[in-house]
Nanobody, 125 residues
Framework: QVQFVESGGGLVQPGGSLRLSCVAS????????IGWFRQAPGKGREGVSC????????YYTEAVKGRFTISRDNAKNTVYLQMNSLKPGDTAIYYC??????????????????WGQGTQVTVSS
């Protein structure tokens, strides 16, 4: 079974940028679709962006379109989330997960039993 380790979070001012990394182990990423999800304090987990096995297939939730970019490097078994123009509303713990379809990013009932520790992103002045 594939497991993920997320990193790259931190404290950033509004308008700043961060790049999150999701490193997989246990299985090669080549044929897997991967999603970034986040959970803000007091809220449920939500899908942010998903990428198919091909980089040409991506999904972004409306709130991050034009600001976030998902990409993958299969040689490094890593998926990235470049986050620009960050807003306080982006504050959350960010997680990655294997998904069966990029549209799992918009599935409010998406269930996954291999969540990692996540990486904390805090946007504040």
């Amino acid at each position: 079974q594939v497991q993920f380790v997320e990193s790259g979070g931190g404290l950033v001012q509004p308008g700043g940028s961060l790049r999150l990394s999701c490193v997989a182990s246990g299985l090669p990423l080549d044929y897997l679709a991967i999603g970034w999800f986040r959970q803000a304090p007091g809220k449920g987990r939500e899908g942010v962006s998903c990428i198919g096995s091909s980089q040409d297939i991506t999904y972004y939730t409306e709130a991050v379109k034009g600001r976030f970019t998902i990409s993958r490097d299969n040689a490094k078994n890593t998926v990235y989330l470049q986050m620009n123009s960050l807003k306080p509303g982006d504050t959350a713990i960010y997680y990655c997960a294997e998904v069966s379809s990029i549209f799992k990013c918009r599935d409010k009932n998406f269930a996954y039993n291999q969540w990692g520790q996540g990486t904390q992103v805090t946007v504040s002045s």
